[in-house]
């Protein structure tokens, strides 16, 4: 596009247009890629983290109501 004057005018052709357009939906598509391979990281992270606490809390539990495992029983 010329930026000159008022009048500005798209001197691009249709396959460059559809081109351009093609560029910009992969780059979309790389940023929505990367940020949802971010999030489920993250995601991945917590979901095992929270998971190894809860073992601690539900071992915990049964050290509190009298139910050990039977290695530790002996």
Same mark, same amino acid.
């Given at each position: 596009?010329?930026?000159?004057?008022?009048?500005?005018? *798209?001197?691009?052709?249709?396959?460059?247009? @559809? /081109?351009?357009?093609?560029?910009?939906? &992969?780059? %979309?598509?790389?940023? =929505? *890629?990367?940020?949802?391979?971010?999030?489920? @990281? /993250?995601?991945?992270?917590?979901?095992? &983290?929270? %998971?190894?606490?809860? =073992?601690?809390?539900?071992?915990?539990?049964?050290?509190?109501?009298?139910?050990?495992?039977?290695?530790?029983?002996?």
């Amino acid at each position: 596009m010329s930026g000159f004057g008022l009048l500005q005018v *798209d001197f691009r052709s249709e396959e460059e247009i @559809g /081109r351009e357009e093609q560029t910009e939906e &992969a780059k %979309r598509r790389a940023v =929505e *890629d990367a940020l949802g391979a971010m999030l489920y @990281g /993250r995601f991945c992270e917590w979901r095992d &983290a929270r %998971r190894d606490k809860e =073992e601690e809390w539900l071992e915990d539990l049964r050290a509190y109501n009298g139910i050990y495992e039977a290695d530790i029983e002996a």
